[in-house]
């Protein structure tokens, strides 16, 4: 018979566990929120700076590809380092990383700006699941990763309306300068308030896993983000070539980390990927965020290039969405506590399939009201999935297990991400009707098409999710 969770005795929480989370949970919000602020501002870019489309969607797929070659690392990293350590230097680069951006003269130093933006946000994620994991009762887990939920998919969703609202008013330049005090606030409250004390331990950084990890995850993520760019001649490598070099890379590193786990030294250890839970979940969230991404970034294309409205008003347009998901956030995580995951995930499955069928009907005159609904009801989906899958995913791991899954399941997220972003990117430009233009009706249909049946493939998927939630199965494995 197995006790409850509890929080480990190596941790030490000086104020309440919902202080640390809620510091870490709006920390977290004010970085994930720079993954999809520059997608309103594309256009806008576009002609301030003088670039091509395929140049300007780097400062969004470059964010992504550098969070995926960094959020491996951080498997180690947690084990290695303090959560103060941790949640410290990842605040002070993000902060650091917005500064150069909001003074950033063109392209290459915006660019780099937003590369030491994602070095910040990269721990940020697994370092917030794996302290909820830590110090959350597994009686409670649902409804405190509902609210993580909050930050995974209210604040990509609400960044196309806050830079719509900021570019109506202000240069492009403001979305960086509104956030920069926030951003400064939030490493002050840290450096006041956050005194978790964990256990470490003096693991060898093994550098060959950190040059495959990168050459893998980067060169995939490369690779795809490429294609777009040769569908218009503007590739510098063919696409192949890197994502070639992307898999051999992820084949060595992957035979690497199992030779290195069975002696405790793994960068990134993959027994998570044994749990058939875990991996199942993994499945899901994989497949859910590449529409929620390849959406967030077809439809503002779509009702600027298409429909022709505003900046502004395509910000709001996408505004009910975020707001929506982020009220179903802790409810959806109340009722996993109740239910588990399986009578959530597969409805949910189920609605946003349908929702991305009906996106395959737009036209040139398709009314705005209707996309909101159809928004509305894709975010409705994929509230009743993200939360019971990611719970249920890292709940289910013995405890020295769980960094190294958030790891995972945060890394597959970003290249999932940065897939969906270059995969119907590439699409709208292959099928667009009009050559030169970012977006028309054919092309638009064509993305959201693949992006439809991608959420069908998904659907038989749903039916593996676990029917009874399990509390204490991690803490027994341990």
């Not at 006041?192 to 990890?213: A, G, M, N, Q």
């Not at 349908?354 to 398709?366: D, E, M, Q, R, Y």
Request: some cysteine.
């Amino acid at each position: 018979m197995t006790a409850p969770d509890a929080p480990p005795s190596s941790v030490e929480v000086p104020r309440s566990a919902s202080t640390v989370v809620w510091l870490l949970v709006g920390s977290a919000f004010v970085m994930i929120l720079n993954e999809t602020i520059m997608s309103v501002a594309l256009p806008v870019l576009v002609t301030d700076l003088g670039i091509t489309v395929g140049t300007a969607q780097w400062l969004t797929s470059g964010f992504l590809l550098t969070m995926s070659v960094v959020i491996p690392i951080t498997g180690f990293l947690l084990q290695r380092l303090t959560p103060r350590t941790v949640f410290l230097a990842s605040m002070s680069l993000f902060s650091l990383g917005t500064l150069i951006s909001a003074l950033a003269p063109g392209f290459g130093v915006l660019m780099t700006g937003r590369v030491v933006q994602a070095l910040g946000t990269a721990v940020m994620i697994p370092l917030l699941m794996t302290t909820v994991i830590r110090l959350v009762p597994a009686e409670r887990r649902g409804a405190t990763m509902g609210t993580i939920t909050v930050v995974i998919a209210v604040a990509p969703a609400v960044g196309p309306t806050i830079s719509g609202v900021i570019l109506s008013t202000l240069g492009w330049r403001w979305m960086f300068i509104v956030i920069l005090p926030i951003a400064l606030l939030a490493l002050a409250a840290g450096a006041t308030w956050l005194r978790l004390d964990s256990e470490t331990r003096r693991i060898p950084l093994d550098w060959p896993s950190v040059v495959l990890s990168a050459l893998a995850f980067g060169g995939l993520v490369f690779g795809l983000s490429s294609i777009g760019e040769s569908a218009r001649g503007e590739a510098l490598l063919p696409p192949w070539a890197p994502t070639l070099i992307g898999l051999v890379a992820l084949a060595v590193f992957v035979f690497r980390q199992l030779r290195l786990q069975r002696e405790g030294r793994a960068l990134l250890d993959l027994r998570p990927l044994g749990f058939r839970p875990f991996a199942v979940s993994l499945v899901l969230v994989v497949l859910g965020m590449m529409a929620l991404f390849g959406v967030l970034i077809l439809l503002p294309l779509y009702l600027q290039d298409v429909l022709g409205v505003s900046a502004f008003v395509t910000g709001l347009a996408v505004l009910p969405g975020g707001l929506v998901m982020g009220l179903l956030g802790p409810f959806v995580g109340r009722l996993y506590d109740r239910v588990g995951a399986r009578p959530l995930v597969i409805p949910g499955t189920a609605v946003l399939a349908l929702s991305l069928w009906g996106f395959t009907t737009v036209g040139a005159s398709t009314p705005v009201p209707i996309l909101i609904g159809m928004h509305v009801l894709l975010v409705i989906g994929l509230s009743f999935m993200f939360t019971p899958l990611m719970t249920d995913a890292l709940g289910r791991l013995p405890g020295e297990l769980d960094s190294h899954g958030s790891a995972i399941l945060a890394t597959l997220q970003q290249v999932a991400g940065a897939a969906g972003t270059a995969l119907f990117v590439t699409l709208m430009v292959v099928f667009a009707a009009t050559p030169g233009v970012a977006a028309d009706v054919p092309g638009a249909r064509a993305a959201f098409l693949c992006a439809a049946v991608i959420a069908t493939v998904a659907l038989p998927v749903s039916l593996l999710v676990g029917g009874k939630k399990q509390v204490a199965e991690a803490p027994a494995a341990a």
